[in-house]
């Protein structure tokens, strides 16, 4: 292929740009402005929890998220080992404790049968991040976090408009986190989003994301706050969004579908299959893992063969124990086995709305000549 087909690319439509237009004709440019709150009512309408807040990335949202619990310096929170750093970093800056626990290895998000050994009396919180592929299995979760009083903070910033036994994504959270960054099923450009079903937790999430402007005397601060806003311009262009998010969800699907069938007799792969009987599978990503090392091919050579035939894939996320930002934990790596197995032999392959069937076709081709027998 003489085009370079990239891993991902946003698609914006002419009604995207006229929005924006007509925002920035209405001279709401920052977060003052109507947008937003129309925005943030009819995200968590459509996820299904009371409140919504807009903010300006994913990652400003978890740090919102899990500054409003007030924790305390001995309490722990359970956090995926293969994610990304945006889950960590809040609880690194706020100086809290945590515990890792690994994926599955065909699932790769982190192994529910693993989370009871590792709740203890200061256990408070858990991070359930959905990653890259079929969604966590959130009734589960839910039973064993009531039955041990966890407050769960669902990231759900990779699956939006997915459902698990037709209950959306981010209902299942006490408080739940989005992204809206370009790669998104639906984009802002930057941003992102909390929703809950608390009132007291959304007011301190605005206040929070403000600066926590003081309430009696604006400029005398009631926290340690940010300016974590979203604009008004960035939120006309996710609601304009949100309205064909039906439609995004479908085609991501025929994607993946298209891309497993092509790719499901090669035993050398794996590629997560479009449904199981609690979920469909929307595909953020196409992520492969190569099971058969015969080829002394890991995710990095792959990903590089494939570059020479004008493919762009992107490795999987780079697991918590092994980041030198975490050394002093001296993590023991033999915890982490299904971690380390996917973020060295896993990586993803072009995914955008964009693609032709001609271009999943040759991906596929090049794929399947890479891992032949
Ligand atoms: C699971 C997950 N959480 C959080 C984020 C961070 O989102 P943002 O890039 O908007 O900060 C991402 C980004 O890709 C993500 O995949």
Request: aromatic residues 10%; positive net charge.
């Amino acid at each position: 292929m003489k085009k370079f087909i990239p891993v991902n690319q946003p698609l914006i439509k002419k009604s995207d740009i006229d929005t924006v237009i007509k925002c920035m004709e209405s001279e709401w440019i920052s977060s003052e402005g109507p947008n937003v709150k129309k925005f943030e009512k009819n995200f968590s309408k459509f996820i299904g929890h009371k409140y919504g807040v807009a903010v300006s990335s994913g990652t400003a949202a978890l740090e919102i998220a899990i500054k409003a619990l007030n924790l305390k310096k001995e309490d722990e929170i359970i956090i995926p080992n293969f994610t990304i750093i945006s889950n960590i970093l809040p609880i690194l800056k706020l100086g809290l404790k945590f515990k890792l626990i690994d994926c599955s290895i065909f699932n790769w998000n982190m192994n529910l049968s693993k989370i009871e050994k590792l709740i203890n009396k200061n256990t408070k919180a858990i991070i359930a991040t959905h990653i890259y592929n079929f969604p966590i299995r959130m009734d589960i979760l839910r039973k064993i976090c009531t039955k041990k009083k966890l407050i769960i903070i669902e990231d759900a910033a990779e699956v939006i408009g997915q459902k698990i036994f037709n209950k959306k994504c981010g209902s299942y959270g006490d408080i739940s986190t989005y992204s809206f960054y370009a790669n998104k099923q639906i984009t802002t450009g930057e941003g992102g989003m909390l929703t809950t079903n608390n009132k007291l937790l959304s007011e301190k999430f605005k206040s929070l994301r403000n600066l926590s402007f003081g309430k009696k005397n604006r400029f005398n601060h009631d926290d340690i706050g940010w300016n974590y806003r979203m604009t008004n311009i960035q939120a006309s262009i996710g609601l304009n969004q949100l309205k064909r998010i039906g439609s995004i969800i479908k085609k991501r699907h025929q994607v993946g579908k298209r891309y497993f069938n092509n790719l499901k007799n090669n035993k050398n792969i794996y590629i997560p299959e479009p449904k199981k009987n609690y979920a469909k599978n929307i595909y953020w990503v196409i992520g492969i893992l190569i099971l058969n090392n015969k080829y002394k091919l890991n995710a990095k050579k792959a990903m590089a063969k494939l570059k020479e035939k004008n493919i762009g894939t992107r490795p999987f996320f780079w697991p918590m124990h092994k980041q030198k930002l975490l050394t002093k934990y001296k993590f023991n790596s033999k915890d982490f086995k299904n971690s380390e197995y996917i973020s060295k032999y896993g990586f993803y392959l072009p995914t955008s709305l964009k693609l032709k069937n001609s271009e999943i076709d040759y991906v596929c081709r090049c794929v399947n000549k890479i891992f032949c027998d």
